[in-house]
């Protein structure tokens, strides 16, 4: 087996918990088994904690033994760092301390997964002081995303032309779906170097075999519980917005107009109640159990439900518990934002897959785009409109029926042949493909 060197630079790493951790921690742990020497190079675990990286020791288990882990404390460091102009001020030390692995180790190739995006920044100086090839991972795609919102057109234009700058120095990049993949090469194509379609890979997040039972085995209880594991945007609520935020919203900037309430529980709720009033089954039945962060603007969507007593909120729990209560579920809830006419999502929320791999229905309020073609492949899943109540309520009676049938109970709905594509042993493997792919084109040359 050919053995060559991987330095992989990621932000979020284990034990920082959420979807940006495990995809580079899961590349990091299968690479060695396809021949690539690992290093990671990464935060400390001191830093103060947002909702996107509470602390999750499970999902360091094991890694420690089998890759070199290189922390770096970002509040303090033993050197004066180098100052590398495009990083913030606390990302200098990690910085420097890429640098210093890429000059003393000359790693066959340096992976930069991102969010986030200044992470770019590395490019330059690392092309000044090795032949590595670089390759840029984008979890998300970056300024071709719909969801973030930027101060104003300005920064939106900055961060394009930021992308477009990377895409352009880089040796590789790997997108995490098809759909982002093709919409980078219709956008950004006609201005990158005439061989550069073939540099781009794209790699979908996926789950861990060993984390799922995989087995047909479910005891359906008085109750259908459905479930929700992650993070909730009621900031984007109405009832959650000042005059303020409202008056600054006029000033910025996004890349498409989309409806953000779409990724919150308020329609969901909406469409419960009104069938909870019409079907006294259906009001026995169903309750809403939400796993992940809470805030004020979760509680007051939850408060102005009028099922409030149906919901329970559990915040952040391991990612072990969180795959256990996936399990255990009667039914999963994957929202998505409301798109314009003919607009594709360019996302795949990170849970889609686990919540494949638990064999549990989902209840998908997902626009068109590469997610809702996943859950009709795999099957087992209720598709409606995000933003629509009167879609959800359609959805959500249809679940309800199957569900007091038993038609659910042993899970013969979900295709595991499609399951078995997302496993992560199998994105290793393409992750080692493109990787050769890579060093076997020319390299990039500093301009």
Not at 229 to 258: D, V, W, Y
Request: proline content about 6%; some cysteine.
């Amino acid at each position: 087996m050919p053995t060559d060197s991987l330095l992989i630079v990621a932000w979020f790493f284990p034990p920082d918990g959420g979807a940006g951790s495990q995809r580079p921690a899961s590349f990091a742990r299968e690479a060695p088994g396809h021949g690539w020497r690992t290093t990671v190079a990464t935060r400390g675990t001191g830093h103060d904690r947002g909702r996107w990286e509470t602390r999750d020791d499970s999902l360091l288990a094991g890694l420690e033994n089998i890759i070199d882990i290189d922390r770096v404390e970002t509040s303090t460091t033993d050197e004066i760092p180098t100052v590398i102009d495009g990083l913030p001020d606390i990302a200098h030390p990690l910085g420097s301390r890429v640098l210093h692995l890429v000059e003393r180790d000359q790693p066959s190739v340096v992976l930069l997964t991102m969010s986030p995006f200044w992470l770019s920044a590395l490019v330059e100086p690392i092309r000044a002081c090795s032949d590595a090839r670089i390759v840029i991972d984008l979890r998300d795609p970056w300024a071709l995303d719909y969801w973030p919102i930027y101060r104003n057109k300005q920064r939106l234009l900055n961060q394009q032309k930021q992308m477009l700058d990377a895409l352009a120095a880089v040796d590789g990049v790997i997108m995490n779906t098809p759909g982002a993949r093709d919409d980078l090469l219709r956008t950004f194509g006609d201005q990158l170097p005439e061989d550069f379609e073939p540099r781009v890979g794209v790699i979908e997040n996926g789950f861990t075999r060993n984390d799922f039972p995989m087995t047909s085995e479910f005891k359906r209880g008085s109750t259908l519980e459905i479930v929700h594991a992650g993070t909730f945007h009621c900031e984007h609520l109405p009832c959650n917005r000042s005059l303020r935020s409202r008056i600054s919203g006029l000033r910025q900037a996004s890349r498409m107009k989309i409806d953000r309430t779409g990724r919150t529980p308020h329609h969901l709720l909406d469409a419960a109640r009104v069938l909870a009033a019409r079907d006294p089954e259906f009001d026995r039945h169903v309750r809403f159990r939400f796993i992940g962060h809470v805030d004020e603007s979760l509680h007051r969507c939850i408060r102005n439900s009028g099922i409030a007593e149906k919901v329970t909120l559990d915040g952040y729990q391991s990612h072990s518990d969180i795959v256990g209560a996936m399990c255990d579920a009667g039914a999963l809830f994957l929202p998505g934002a409301g798109l314009p006419e003919g607009v594709e999502d360019l996302i795949v929320p990170g849970k889609t897959y686990e919540y494949l791999a638990s064999l549990r229905p989902i209840l998908g309020a997902i626009d068109r785009g590469d997610a809702r073609c996943l859950l009709e492949r795999a099957g087992g899943s209720y598709l409606c409109e995000p933003c629509s109540p009167d879609s959800i309520q359609k959805a959500l009676k249809a679940l309800h029926a199957d569900w007091s049938s038993g038609a659910l109970d042993d899970g013969s709905f979900r295709d595991r042949s499609v399951l078995a594509e997302y496993e992560r042993s199998r994105l290793a493997s393409r992750l080692d493909e493109h990787l050769r792919v890579i060093l076997e084109l020319p390299a990039r040359t500093t301009a």
